[in-house]
């Protein structure tokens, strides 16, 4: 059974941190690319940050790389994604994707998300 689970969300105020993880199992993951999502009511699901696969290469939203970081561990199945300087409007459900693009078995799995409120 494939499961994406996600962890550390919550309620912050604008202007703090939070570090959101996401588990893997079921799957490979050493050797998916792994992106974290997010979307708030009314939004289109939006990619915030992707990893490749080694850690080598890491990509960012233009609205949020100045203040996200994604980075994994292999050794432990696990994504994370650092949050600086929280706003309002990052106020939105957070999801874990894992992708493989290769044939013969490509895949996409998404976890079922975790919160983040920010709010004064």
């Known amino acids: 059974q494939v499961q994406l689970v996600e962890s550390g969300g919550g309620l912050v105020q604008p202007g703090e941190s939070l570090r959101l993880s996401c588990a893997a199992s079921?799957?490979?993951?050493?050797?998916?690319?792994m992106s974290w999502y997010r979307q708030s009511p009314g939004k289109e699901r939006e990619l915030v940050a992707g990893?490749?696969?080694?850690?080598?290469?890491?990509n960012y939203a233009d609205s949020m790389k100045d203040r996200v970081t994604i980075s994994r561990d292999n050794a432990k199945n696990t994504v994370y994604l650092q949050m600086n300087d929280l706003k309002p409007g990052d106020t939105a459900v957070y999801y874990c994707?894992?992708?493989?693009?290769?044939?013969?078995?490509?895949?996409?799995?998404w976890g079922q998300g975790t919160q983040v409120t920010v709010s004064s």
């Open positions: 990893i490749t696969s080694t850690g080598g290469s890491t």
């Open positions: 079921g799957f490979t993951f050493s050797t998916a690319a």
């Open positions: 994707n894992a992708q493989k693009r290769s044939w013969p078995s490509p895949y996409n799995y």
